[in-house]
């Protein structure tokens, strides 16, 4: 089956900080992806290559076997993406935010208009619907920005830290709309550094590190018989200098 994302040589420099070092991923159709890595890995960076947010250097990204980067119209609408620091139409409101990402999408407005509802609810928005998006707390702005991700039904979700700052009820309602997703045949990437809820929710994960890819596979292969957090740190690493600092004790 071709893969719901491919990802083949991917490369990004900042001047000279190499964020991506050379990335090869395969995320098959139906898993339920983790990303995980230390920060400043390479992770956002390369999420953002991978859906078209940010131009590579060098590499090749595949949606459902389409060129991203040769023909961003056939693939792009088959991923929803939520990015990361998010920079949106703030002084709409939620449910404008949402219509707005509807019908950028060609969605019918009376479809638009079921699906936000439907959407507004599910993520317990309803009495924030009406509220402008720069009024919200971080944890209602993710939200709205996952809502704006789904609205069109897209095959491959990438969600760039979609639990960051969402209380845990949100955060429960949001697993099970993922979940589901994913039972019905869609792919879910996502990047995180709650290793447990990798561990919870993704069957297949990938650690990353400068900027490359340590380990990946199934979730159990890439543990190796640890807990996901006993082996990301022996992957990647402890912190280095552990200074006391005596200074910040009271007695
Ligand atoms: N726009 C930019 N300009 C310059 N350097 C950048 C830029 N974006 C990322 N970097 C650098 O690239 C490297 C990778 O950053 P990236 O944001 O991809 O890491 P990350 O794994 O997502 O980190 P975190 O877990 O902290 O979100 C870092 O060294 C970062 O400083």
Redesign the pocket.
Same mark, same amino acid.
């Given at each position: 089956m071709t893969p719901a994302l491919q990802i083949t040589g991917l490369r990004?420099a900042?001047?000279a900080?190499? +964020?991506?070092a050379g990335i090869d991923l395969e995320i098959p159709q139906g898993s339920f992806y983790g990303v995980v890595?230390?920060?400043? +890995?390479?992770?956002?960076?390369?999420? /953002?290559m991978a859906t078209g947010l940010l131009t590579p250097d060098a590499g090749v990204v595949h949606v459902h076997g389409i060129d991203l980067w040769r023909e961003p119209q056939r693939a792009k609408p088959l991923l929803g993406v939520l990015p #990361?620091g998010l920079h949106t139409f703030d002084r709409l409101t939620g449910a404008e935010l949402i219509s707005y990402a509807g019908l950028l999408r060609g969605l019918p407005a009376d479809e638009v208009r079921a699906r936000r509802d439907d959407l507004l609810a599910a993520l317990d928005l309803d009495s924030a619907g009406r509220t402008l998006v720069t009024d919200y707390s971080a944890g209602m702005t993710k939200k709205v920005a996952l809502a704006c991700a789904l609205v069109h039904a897209p095959r491959v979700l990438v969600l #760039?830290?979609p639990f960051e700052a969402v209380d845990p009820v949100s955060a429960g309602a949001i697993r099970r709309i993922l979940l589901t997703f994913v039972e019905d045949g869609g792919t879910v990437v996502m /990047?995180s550094?709650v290793m447990a809820l990798v561990e919870r929710l993704c069957d297949r994960v990938a650690i990353?590190g400068s900027?490359r890819v340590l380990a990946e596979g199934t979730l159990d292969s890439v543990r190796a018989g640890q807990d996901l957090e006993a082996r990301f740190v022996e992957l990647v690493g402890d912190v280095a200098d552990q200074r006391d600092l005596a200074w910040l004790r009271r007695s």
């Open positions: 990004k900042f001047g900080t190499i +964020a991506v890595g230390p920060n400043g +890995a390479g992770k956002t960076t390369t999420l /953002s #990361d #760039d830290e /990047s550094h990353v900027g």
